[in-house]
C-alpha cells in the first residue's frame, strides 16, 4: 500500500534534485553560452556572407580552388606537427628524469619548467629574436669560437619558427607527462626486475605502455595549440612561415573581409574538433588495453 506514495515521493525528489542542480549550474551555462556559443555561431554567420552581403559559399569554395589556402594549412600542420614531435623527443626523457627524483626535488626542479610560462610570449618570442639573428649572440659566439665561419639563417624561416614553439610548447607536454609517471606504481616494475626483466625491457614492456595515456594527452594539448599560433610564427617566421592564424589576421587587417577570416576560422576550428574526437577515442582505447593488461 505505501510502495506507490513512497515511489512517487522519491521521483518528486528526483526531480527537485535535478532542478536544483540546473539552477546551480545555469549561470555557469550561461556564460559559456556568452563567451563561446555565441562568437563562434556569429563567426560561422559571416563566413556564410558573401562580399555582397549574401548567403553564398564563396569564401569556402574560394578556399578549395585556390592553392595558397591549401599551402597555408599544410604550412600550419606541419609546423604543428614537428613542434609535437620535438616536444615528445624533449619533454619525454625531461618528464621522466623528473619522476625518478625525490618528489621535493622535482618540485624545485618543476620551476624551470614552469619559468617561461611566467614571461610575457612577446617578450620570449623577441628575446629568441635578438639571440638567432644574423648578428645575434649565437651566430657571434659561433663565429668567434670557430665553429662556423658565416652566420647562420636562424630565423625568419621554418626553423626560427621552430626553436620558438618548442620553446613556447615545452611546459604543456612535461606537466601532464609527469603527472601521468608519477602515478605508475613502482611495485610493478620492481615485480618484472624480480622475474628477471632488465631494466631496458622493464621500460619498454612495463613503464612506457603506462605513459602512453599521459604522452598522447601532452602530444594533443601541443598540437592544437598550435594550430591557432600567431605571435611566434609572425616574428620569428619573417612572413616566410604564413599560418593559418596569420592568414586570418591580414584578411582582417589588409582586406578587412571579415567573411574570409571567419571561414578560415571554421576550417580550422571543424579540423580541431576532428583531431580532438580521433585522438579521445585512441586514448580511450589505450585506456581499455591497459585495464586489460593489469587484470
Not at 165 to 184: D, E, N, Q, W
Request: aromatic share 10%; hydrophobic share 55%; proline share 5%.
Amino acid at each position: 500500500m505505501n510502495s506507490a506514495p513512497n515511489a512517487l515521493t522519491l521521483q518528486q525528489a528526483r526531480s527537485r534534485e535535478r532542478t536544483g542542480l540546473l539552477a546551480l549550474v545555469s549561470p555557469a551555462l550561461l556564460l559559456v553560452t556568452v563567451i563561446m556559443v555565441l562568437p563562434v555561431g556569429w563567426l560561422f554567420y559571416l563566413s556564410l556572407l558573401s562580399d555582397a552581403g549574401q548567403f553564398s559559399l564563396e569564401h569556402y569554395q574560394r578556399m578549395w580552388e585556390q592553392p595558397s589556402y591549401a599551402r597555408t594549412f599544410l604550412v600550419t600542420f606541419q609546423v604543428s606537427l614537428l613542434t609535437t614531435g620535438i616536444c615528445i623527443l624533449l619533454g619525454y626523457p625531461l618528464a621522466y628524469f623528473l619522476s625518478e627524483l625525490p618528489k621535493r626535488t622535482a618540485n624545485l626542479c618543476m620551476i624551470a619548467v614552469l619559468l617561461p610560462l611566467w614571461t610575457s610570449l612577446l617578450v620570449r618570442t623577441y628575446a629568441w629574436l635578438v639571440l638567432l639573428q644574423r648578428r645575434g649572440l649565437i651566430n657571434n659566439w659561433g663565429i668567434e669560437l670557430g665553429l662556423w665561419d658565416q652566420p647562420l639563417e636562424l630565423v625568419h624561416n621554418l626553423t626560427g619558427t621552430l626553436i620558438g614553439t618548442v620553446h613556447v610548447m615545452l611546459p604543456f607536454i612535461v606537466l601532464p607527462l609527469y603527472a601521468g609517471m608519477r602515478g605508475i606504481n613502482r611495485d610493478l616494475l620492481k615485480a618484472a626486475a624480480n622475474l628477471g626483466a632488465s631494466p631496458t625491457r622493464t621500460f619498454w614492456q612495463i613503464f612506457f605502455p603506462l605513459s602512453v595515456p599521459a604522452l598522447a594527452t601532452g602530444s594533443l594539448i601541443v598540437f592544437i595549440l598550435c594550430l591557432g599560433f600567431y605571435i611566434t610564427p609572425a616574428v620569428l617566421g619573417g612572413g616566410k612561415v604564413i599560418m593559418v592564424s596569420s592568414r586570418i589576421a591580414n584578411d582582417i587587417e589588409i582586406f578587412f573581409n571579415w567573411g574570409a577570416a571567419s571561414a578560415l576560422g571554421v576550417v580550422l576550428l571543424a579540423l580541431t574538433l576532428i583531431l580532438i574526437l580521433a585522438a579521445s577515442r585512441v586514448v580511450r582505447l589505450e585506456d581499455a588495453l591497459r585495464d586489460r593488461s593489469s587484470s
